[in-house]
């Protein structure tokens, strides 16, 4: 099955204060690369990130990076035009999964188990860490025609929400599937604060 790897990296950032997809992490590393490089250790060349129109330098860092990018006109209107817009662009996908570029802490390892059982034919695949759900999403091809009509600022929020039946929860030792960035704040690390 051709799974491809959506990577969200069209948000606004307004809580941040800057522009937090470019602010180095301790490592020097900027928090959208990061997130990048745990989707490329598994998808190699199959990762597409979707941007804003004036996202310039970080579509030149993930092109460098070995991404793919789709720049999204309509981006400013949510997170749900960016992912249409994205899983317009993977025309060819069979499957999608779906990560933020604000969750640089994601072990490879669970992506690698998300797109594995979506490529086994599971419809719907989110890991769980104590009990809640996490990202990345795996969705399926069966759903290409929802996530295209995704509008506004809601994600895929309603379509898993809708087929919860269809859901396989994968348990994950992984707290990094909870961890987004929205503040400075919080990548100081959790057992610090």
Request: charged share 20%; with cysteine.
């Amino acid at each position: 099955m051709n799974v491809a790897a959506i990577l969200l990296a069209a948000g606004s950032a307004t809580r941040f204060g800057s522009d937090k997809l470019l602010y180095p992490l301790p490592h020097g590393v900027p928090i959208a690369i990061q997130a990048a490089r745990h989707l490329r250790i598994v998808f190699e060349e199959n990762v597409l990130a979707v941007v804003r129109p004036e996202a310039k330098e970080l579509s030149d860092l993930l092109r460098r990076e070995g991404c793919q990018v789709a720049v999204c006109e309509n981006a400013a209107e949510g997170m749900g035009a960016s992912l249409a817009c994205a899983v317009r662009a993977a025309a060819d996908a069979e499957g999608f999964v779906i990560a933020l570029a604000d969750m640089p802490f994601i072990r490879s390892s669970t992506i690698a188990a998300v797109r594995d059982a979506l490529a086994a034919g599971a419809p719907l695949v989110a890991p769980y860490f104590r009990a809640r759900r996490g990202h990345p999403l795996g969705i399926g091809a069966k759903f290409r025609t929802e996530l295209e009509a995704l509008r506004g600022d809601e994600g895929a929020k309603r379509i898993i929400a809708a087929n919860q039946t269809s859901l396989l929860k994968i348990p994950v030792g992984d707290p990094g599937v909870l961890r987004d960035i929205d503040t400075p704040l919080d990548l100081v690390p959790p057992a610090v604060v």
